[in-house]
C-alpha cells in the first residue's frame, strides 16, 4: 500500500476563497483522523471518522470548516471562507480498530 | 475527556547522552499509551508504544515505562544521536475509543 495519501502538499489561497484538502486513507482501515498542526496548539484533532460516519467533531473550529468522507478510500476537508488564521499544515490519518496511525505527508495551507 | 501533559516542550543534549520525555494523563481508563516522532518537515511516525498491561518496553535505544498508579509514562533514549533530533509526541487512549489523546510534543535537539 502507498500508504495515507493526501493533496495538494501545499496551498497557497487569499483569505474569503474555498479550500479542499482531500485523503485516501491506507485500504482496510476503518478509521480516519483529520488533525491540524501549528506551533501554537501543537496537533489538534479536528474530526474523526469510523466506518465513514462523523464520530467526533468536536474539534472543528467552526462552520467555516467541514468534512466528509462518502466512502471507505476517500476523505474532504473544506474550509469556507478560509482566513489567515487557518494557516497550518493539516494532516490526515487511519488505522485499523484504534491500533497505529497512519498519518499522510499533510497539506500545508497558507492563507494570505 | 483526556488530558495528556508533556515535559518539557525543548530538549537539548549533546550526543551520546541520555533523554527522558515525561506525560501524565488524567483518565484512569486509558490503556494504550503510544510515541510518535516527527522529524523536520515530515509526518508523524509511531517509534513505540505501551499498553497497562505491561510496565517497561525496550526496543534498541528507545524504551517506554508506565506508571499507572501515578498515571505517567516516559521515553528513554539512551546513546542519542543526530539523527534522533525531531518532536516527540506522547499520546493516550482509553479502551473505549479509538481516539489518541496527544501531549503538546516535545523537540529534542541533539548536538554533535
Known amino acids: 500500500d502507498a500508504g495515507v495519501i493526501q493533496s495538494p502538499r501545499h496551498e497557497v489561497t487569499e483569505m474569503g476563497q474555498e479550500v479542499t484538502l482531500r485523503c485516501k486513507p491506507i485500504s482496510g482501515h476503518n478509521s480516519l483522523f483529520w488533525y491540524r498542526q501549528t506551533m501554537m496548539r501543537g496537533l489538534e484533532l479536528l474530526i474523526y471518522f469510523n466506518n465513514n460516519v462523523p464520530i467526533d467533531d468536536s474539534g472543528m473550529p467552526e462552520d467555516r470548516f467541514s468534512a466528509k468522507m462518502p466512502n471507505a478510500s476517500f476523505s474532504t476537508l473544506k474550509i469556507q471562507p478560509s482566513e489567515p488564521r487557518d494557516s497550518a499544515v493539516y494532516f490526515c490519518a487511519s488505522s485499523w480498530e484504534g491500533g497505529e496511525l497512519f498519518f499522510g505527508e499533510g497539506s500545508r495551507l497558507t492563507v494570505l | 475527556g483526556e488530558n495528556v501533559e508533556q515535559h518539557p516542550s525543548t530538549l537539548s543534549v549533546q550526543e551520546g547522552d541520555s533523554a527522558v520525555i515525561k506525560c501524565t494523563y488524567s483518565?484512569?481508563?486509558?490503556?494504550?499509551f503510544p510515541w510518535y516522532k516527527q522529524e523536520l518537515g515530515k509526518r508523524p511516525q509511531l517509534i513505540i508504544d505501551?499498553?497497562?498491561?505491561?510496565g517497561e518496553k525496550k526496543d534498541q535505544r528507545i524504551a517506554v515505562t508506565l506508571n499507572k498508579t501515578a498515571k505517567h509514562f516516559s521515553l528513554h533514549i539512551t546513546e542519542t544521536q543526530p539523527e534522533d533530533s525531531a518532536v516527540y509526541f506522547c499520546?493516550?487512549?482509553?479502551?473505549?475509543?479509538?481516539?489518541?489523546?496527544f501531549g503538546r510534543g516535545t523537540s529534542l535537539i541533539v548536538h554533535p
Open positions: 505501551i499498553r497497562s498491561n505491561v
Open positions: 499520546a493516550a487512549r482509553s479502551g473505549g475509543s479509538y481516539i489518541p489523546t
Open positions: 483518565d484512569s481508563a486509558s490503556n494504550y
